[in-house]
């Protein structure tokens, strides 16, 4: 047990649907990441989060909208999206930027 | 240059083989680094942190060469549940996140 679940486990949604996934760490974190990892390909980093601000968008698209509420909770919230974007969605936390990540076991996003 | 780059295999291997792999890095400033390993369709875990001194932990050895800037992870007696994609991470100054290399594939076979 990682300490950090997410949560659905699998989404299937429409170009036009808008869904968000969400992220919830157990282990006292100030960190906290989304990743996309499509299929054979290595981790992309999306979106970092430190105390609550976000400190990093890699050129992600603004159909991709992430929301850190508090250091326990992160969502990404998604609307519009494109088939392209169906990937596995991983969400991880670390105690500071530097330290190591544990993740959480991923959303498996498909767009139709 | 990439940040962190790894052979991206496959390595296929008999049971019981010893296997390495090395992780270059180029940022001579990068202060931490650890090995991860993913399995197929599954989350990276954490397998191992590298000290400066070298670290073991069971049949699995990281090592650290910051002269050459690069880390090795030597699998001893390997097994049937190793087979993973290992991860190379490393850390380039305490402000930053960590940076993953894109993996070595390993097949442990029978």
């Known amino acids: 047990e990682t300490g950090v679940t997410q949560t659905p486990r699998h989404l299937v949604m429409g170009m036009t649907n808008k869904k968000s996934l969400k992220c919830e760490q157990h282990?006292?974190?100030?960190?906290m990441y989304w990743y996309k990892q499509s299929a054979k390909k290595p981790l992309e980093l999306m979106f970092v989060?430190?105390?609550?601000?976000?400190?990093e968008n890699n050129s992600v698209p603004s159909r991709f909208s992430p929301e850190c509420p508090n250091s326990s909770h992160l969502f990404l919230h998604l609307h519009t999206l494109q088939p392209e974007d169906s990937a596995l969605y991983l969400c991880?936390?670390?105690?500071?930027?530097?330290?190591?990540?544990?993740f959480g076991p991923g959303t498996r996003l498909t767009v139709t | 240059r990439k940040e962190v780059e790894q052979d991206p295999g496959p390595f296929n291997v008999p049971e019981g083989a010893t296997v390495a792999f090395n992780c270059t890095y180029s940022?001579?400033?990068?202060?931490?680094f650890f090995w991860y390993r993913q399995d197929c369709r599954k989350e990276p875990k954490l397998l191992m942190s590298v000290y400066s001194s070298g670290n073991e932990d069971g049949r699995f050895t990281a090592q650290l060469n910051r002269a050459s800037q690069y880390i090795s992870l030597l699998i001893r007696d390997s097994k049937l549940s190793d087979s993973a994609t290992y991860l190379c991470v490393v850390n380039e100054g305490s402000a930053r996140q960590l940076t993953f290399g894109s993996g070595t594939q390993l097949t442990v076979l029978p």
């Open positions: 989060y430190s105390l609550e601000e976000r400190v």
């Open positions: 940022n001579s400033a990068s202060q931490s």
């Open positions: 991880a936390s670390s105690l500071g930027p530097s330290n190591e990540q544990y």
């Open positions: 282990l006292g974190h100030n960190a």
